[in-house]
């Protein structure tokens, strides 16, 4: 039978924690009354460098409770860095992880319906919001307008998910190998591949505390999100130039018509079609510049090339790598 375990990040929560160790203890107990996981199961509570007494209540939850297992980073990484730390301590000691935020907006009734999709072969599934009435007007039009955004530029996510997701134990190795220090994981894991599989849920009202993601750092996330996944705004800028130096050549004409026809100031003419053409040769050069260096940039995430599926061979375990 298989281990699971519940990845939770926690950054000053200790509002809200006693309740959420207490709820996700009881999912674990009820799926391994329902022989669905097994006893070695557990969860395992991030502490992000809480300014709250986070960790001791973590730690007391951990003498008190077999399931509970704590991990205290050295300071505050970030959300998507202490799922990380979780995640990858986690990768070769069981065989799926599911991750949850603290305040357990996501419903944890789904948790059994993410084992039995495991169960039938989905190496990720994600939880998706079937709706967000319980969200505020402000958070779901930016998460809305932000999904739409990341679609148009090409990255792959899926509408409507966040962290709430399970991944086996071969994907959590696969998700190792990315080395990027920008970290969207919403964006990666899409793109390791393997069968993937999605859970449909509400989303409820933060129960206690308050969020951790205020305007400021929604936003970075936001853009960390875009711009670690596509480098289609220097290709926009790059076409812009070109577009412009198009407008110039037609006000060319207009400039010159304007010029023969006397109605032009000694000088005006020249100087209107060196701005806009040197305007628009320039805006085009600096897009062929990023060009390399969004490319340079690309190179440097270091990203696996490929995730291996299945290798029949008649001795060992197939390597995941880059080359
Ligand atoms: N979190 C974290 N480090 C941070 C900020 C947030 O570990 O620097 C955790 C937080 O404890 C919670 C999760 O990330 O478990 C999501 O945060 P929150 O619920 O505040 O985000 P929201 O639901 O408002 O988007
Ligand atoms: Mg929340």
Request: net charge negative; glycine share 8%.
């Amino acid at each position: 039978m298989n281990t699971l375990m519940i990845v939770v990040p926690c950054y000053n929560e200790e509002e809200i924690l006693p309740d959420t160790v207490s709820q996700l203890t009881g999912v674990i107990k009820r799926l391994i009354d329902k022989d669905k996981i097994n006893k070695k199961s557990g969860i395992l509570l991030v502490n992000d460098g809480s300014r709250d007494h986070t960790w001791e209540i973590i730690a007391g939850a951990h003498s008190r409770n077999k399931f509970i297992y704590g991990l205290n980073l050295a300071g505050n990484v970030g959300h998507q860095n202490a799922l990380l730390a979780g995640l990858n301590m986690l990768k070769d000691s069981c065989d799926m992880a599911i991750s949850i935020d603290a305040d357990l907006q996501d419903d944890v009734d789904v948790i059994e319906q993410m084992v039995d999709k495991y169960i039938e072969g989905a190496d990720v599934v994600y939880g998706v919001r079937s709706d967000r009435t319980e969200d505020s007007f402000f958070k779901r039009f930016t998460a809305q307008s932000f999904y739409r955004v990341m679609s148009g530029l090409g990255v792959k996510t899926v509408y409507n998910h966040a962290d709430f997701r399970l991944m086996s134990s071969r994907a959590l190795k696969a998700l190792s190998l990315y080395k990027e220090q920008n970290l969207f994981l919403r964006g990666i894991v899409p793109t390791i591949g393997y069968n993937s599989d999605c859970v449909y849920y509400s989303r409820k009202k933060r129960m206690a505390g308050e969020s951790k993601y205020p305007l400021k750092k929604m936003v970075s996330f936001a853009w960390d999100g875009i711009t670690s996944f596509s480098i289609r705004p220097i290709t926009m800028i790059s076409m812009l130039g070109l577009l412009i130096v198009f407008c110039s050549a037609i006000s060319f004409i207009y400039i010159l018509l304007s010029y023969f026809l006397g109605h032009a100031e000694p000088g005006w003419s020249s100087l209107m079609i060196s701005i806009w053409f040197l305007g628009g040769v320039q805006l085009f050069s600096i897009g062929v510049v990023g060009q390399y260096i969004g490319k340079t940039y690309m190179e440097s995430k270091e990203r696996p090339r490929y995730i291996i599926e299945e290798f029949l061979n008649h001795e060992e375990e197939p390597q995941n790598g880059e080359d």
